[in-house]
């Protein structure tokens, strides 16, 4: 999560979305970065609202906006998906070595998955607080121009981007069947995903 003062701007760092790239290129802009540890660098909405909105506008900081990146949801699954097949991974509960892309979401879709398929929601995530805070500026991480010009002209310098946290690239192709039943199953996940590009 970044935070920065006099733009009056938070930026959520939904997980598997390319926001490290951002948090390395913006650390030292930033006014406040939280790296660490993984529950508050990836503070959802609801924790946002509860600890850290309150603690600004006890320091005199209000009205501030959020902005936050959602991906595609099976492109978002494949992601963790791969992110869970990296090497040092192997014989922990939450790898997916000994799993198919179809096991995984199929696993994912069910009340409790198990650990390999935990991974959470990104509209759970983004869900909007009874007391009306929510996300003001939702981009697709697949519209990274769009994310990008908004953040320059918003902090008023250019933003140069490397490449962090990289999943190991491989095809994965969710099979027709899966891919209906997540879309049933999971219709919030996609209406955000589309959601993103009337919002930014």
């Known amino acids: 999560m970044l935070m920065f003062w006099k733009e009056k701007l938070v930026f959520l760092s939904v997980p598997k979305t390319g926001t490290s790239a951002y948090e390395e290129a913006l650390r030292t802009r930033a006014d406040m970065v939280v790296s660490d540890p993984p529950e508050l660098k990836h503070a959802p909405i609801y ?9 600004f506008e006890k320091l005199g900081g209000e009205n501030f906006e959020t902005l936050a990146v959602v991906r595609e949801p099976i492109s978002w699954l ?68 769009l994310l990008k010009s908004f953040l320059e002209d918003r902090l008023g310098e250019k933003i140069t981007l490397g490449r962090v946290n990289v ?24 209406e955000l995903w589309e959601k993103a590009a009337r919002l930014s």
């Not at 199929?106 to 805070?133: C, D, H, I, W």
């Not at 999943?167 to 996609?190: C, G, H, I, Y």
């Open 78 to 145: 494949g992601s963790w998906f791969r992110y869970r097949q990296r090497p040092f991974m192997a014989g922990h509960a939450n790898a997916t070595h000994d799993v198919s892309f179809d096991d995984f979401v199929t696993e994912y879709m069910k009340g409790k998955p198990a650990e390999f398929a935990n991974v959470g929601s990104q509209f759970k995530f983004l869900e909007p607080r009874p007391n009306g805070t929510r996300v003001n500026h939702l981009f697709r991480y697949e519209d990274q121009p």
């Open 47 to 55: 924790r946002y609202n509860r600890f850290f909105r309150p603690m």
């Open 167 to 190: 999943s190991p690239q491989m095809d994965l192709t969710l099979s027709a069947n899966v891919e209906r039943r997540l879309r049933r199953k999971r219709p919030e996940e996609f």
